[in-house]
């Protein structure tokens, strides 16, 4: 079962569970997948909304969940922020599992080794092969912040 049926089978569930929460985040997961699959097709070919995209999906709103959860604490909306939470806790039952530091911290370690990284210069190239490889499965800010850490150090 992809990840998109998924989605649409939890979905159903949570209508018929009358879980108010759960199905507005996971509609508006499908119809962010909706949405990014039209965008990609091409000559007005229906294509197929594929894990790949369900999880750039996925990974984009948790992502703005937590930006919004900054937000909210920074002008000391609480009760926004929980709403925020409540829902990231949704969208991450979705995620792949997440990549611990040391993980990543291994990757970049191959990727500086692979471009010849020596210094802060070459951050795009060593961002540039470690991304694709944890997309989905790490944060980007964690990642960056690794990757300048063991750049500078």
Same mark, same amino acid.
Not at 44 to 65: F, H, Y
């Given at each position: *079962? ?5 989605? /649409? ?5 949570? *209508? ?16 962010? *997948? ?25 990974? #984009?709103?948790? #992502? ?26 949704i969208i991450e039952e979705y ?18 080794? #692979?471009? +010849? ?5 070459? %951050?795009?190239?060593? %961002?540039?092969? $470690? *991304?694709?490889?944890?997309? +989905?499965?790490?944060?980007? #800010? /964690?990642?960056?912040?690794? $990757? ?6």
């Amino acid at each position: *079962m992809s990840l998109y049926d998924k989605i /649409l089978a939890d979905l159903k569930d949570s *209508m018929k569970a009358r879980e108010e929460r759960r199905t507005l985040v996971l509609r508006s997961l499908k119809s962010a *997948m909706l949405e990014k699959e039209i965008t990609q097709r091409k000559g007005g070919e229906r294509s197929e909304i594929t894990d790949e995209i369900a999880v750039e999906v996925i990974t #984009k709103s948790a #992502k703005q969940r937590r930006d919004s959860i900054e937000q909210y604490r920074g002008a000391n909306r609480e009760d926004l922020a929980e709403v925020e939470e409540a829902e990231l806790k949704i969208i991450e039952e979705y995620l792949p599992k997440q990549l611990e530091k040391a993980e990543i911290e291994a990757i970049v370690d191959g990727a500086i080794t #692979k471009t +010849g990284a020596a210094s802060m210069a070459d %951050m795009g190239k060593v %961002m540039g092969v $470690v *991304m694709p490889q944890v997309k +989905g499965k790490a944060d980007g #800010k /964690l990642v960056n912040a690794v $990757v300048k850490e063991r750049l500078n150090g």
